[in-house]
């Protein structure tokens, strides 16, 4: 039957999750632990020091998340591991700890791709995505618009040609010096700069140009909105004179008119997307859906922007709670699930399992 209990383990970046999740949407326990303090002190993730985390963490993890559920072993049907894509030495733990599971109590073992995982989540928030919809995925590793036709069908209509949109709120983030400000020193880039940006009194001072408008496909591009942003930095140390450490007087209008140059680009891009979708017939004409989510997705104020886009298209936008949006063991557990509907991919061929490359 399709009715199953899954177990997810996630481990392709520098989150430690595990979760157990039912074909009826319900989770039954999880457990994750962040490194992200630990990173932001060191100025970025350092791949040793993350499979270090997540090796001494792991345990732990899956056996809190075990804890917090009434499940015994024994009542879990299969256990789903990030496979692909993500930093290798941080994928290899988990899959080491996910096979010694399965073999440990004889269990089939499900590869996870982390970014189905991400497009998946909305269908177990919300009962009513159905396939085919359309879904933005952005994070700090990732940029990409592709319409989801079904559980491991996807077609991807575009991606970022440089970075990731986290990655650039994480650099401009470190270039404006937010850590040594107490209360932006403990949150990641994206939400220091959202905060900020929400305290601005002009968020048109600081001029960015949109990248790539004039290309007519739906790809990508941040690295050019980083090189502006760290102009107008320059330009402001110096005209202020300011210490080798010193914060801008600015900041807040810098950081609103990042924000901003990121949120029309992506809904730029996006509307494009959708026109292509029309023009192509690949979404339901009177049922069309927008599925938003990764790290960056947790921004408000981008997520309104976005929604103006879907109300004129037409459009519904889904959008998982943050804690479901940023990386996780339940989205993991659930692509297990939806996984075990179809069957795809599960295996108990356990020397057939390994991390892939991205
Ligand atoms: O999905 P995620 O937890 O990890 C992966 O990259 O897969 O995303 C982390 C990224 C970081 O770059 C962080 O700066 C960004 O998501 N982020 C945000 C916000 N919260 C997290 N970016 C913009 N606004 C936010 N509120
Ligand atoms: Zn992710």
């Known amino acids: 039957s399709s009715n199953c209990v ?15 999740v039912d074909s009826q949407c319900n ?16 100025g970025g993730i350092i791949p040793p020091i993350a499979e270090n985390l997540h090796r001494k963490n792991i345990e732990n993890v899956v056996n809190n998340a075990l804890a917090s559920s009434k499940v015994h072993f024994a009542d879990i049907d299969a256990v789903a591991t990030t496979v692909t894509p993500g930093l290798p030495l941080s994928l290899k733990i988990g899959v080491k700890y996910g096979k ?19 497009a998946l989540t909305a269908r177990m928030c919300k009962k009513d995505v159905n396939f085919p919809f359309l879904v933005l995925l952005i994070s700090g590793g990732h940029c990409l618009i592709a319409v989801c036709k079904d559980v491991n069908k ?3 209509l575009g991606e970022s040609i440089d970075d990731s949109p986290g990655e650039a709120f994480d650099k401009v983030a470190r270039r404006l010096k937010m850590k040594n400000i107490p209360e932006f020193s403990t949150i990641s ?10 305290r601005a009194d002009n968020p048109i001072q600081f001029k960015f140009s949109i990248p790539l408008l004039q290309y007519k496909d739906c790809n990508f591009s941040f690295s050019g909105l980083k090189t ?13 004179n300011l210490p ?20 029309r680009h992506l809904c730029h891009r996006v509307q494009r997307a959708m026109e292509f979708a029309e023009m192509k017939g690949l979404l339901p004409r009177d049922n069309k859906t927008l599925v938003i989510s990764g790290g960056v997705a947790c921004n408000n104020f981008i ?10 298209l037409e459009y519904k936008m889904v959008r998982p709670p943050p804690k479901l949006c940023t990386d996780n063991g339940v989205m993991i557990a659930w692509n297990g699930v939806e996984r075990w509907r179809t069957k795809a991919g599960v295996t108990k061929d356990l020397d057939s399992v390994d991390w892939q490359k991205s």
Do not use: W
């Open 189 to 198: 880039g994206g939400q220091a700069i959202e905060l900020a940006a929400s």
């Open 228 to 240: 502006q942003a760290k102009i107008h930095i320059q330009r402001q140390e110096k005209q202020h």
């Open 6 to 20: 899954i177990l997810g383990i996630e481990t392709s970046c520098d989150d430690t999750g595990c979760a157990i």
């Open 154 to 156: 996807f077609l991807l």
């Open 27 to 42: 989770i039954l326990g999880e457990s994750l632990n962040s490194q992200q303090l630990i990173h932001l002190q060191n």
């Open 100 to 118: 010694y599971l399965c073999k440990k109590y004889n269990k089939p073992f499900i590869p996870i791709h982390h970014m189905e995982a991400h």
């Open 244 to 263: 080798p450490d010193g914060i801008i007087p600015d900041l807040y209008n810098l950081c609103a008119g990042f924000q901003l140059v990121i949120t």
């Open 303 to 312: 997520a309104k922007g976005l929604q103006i886009i879907c109300k004129e």
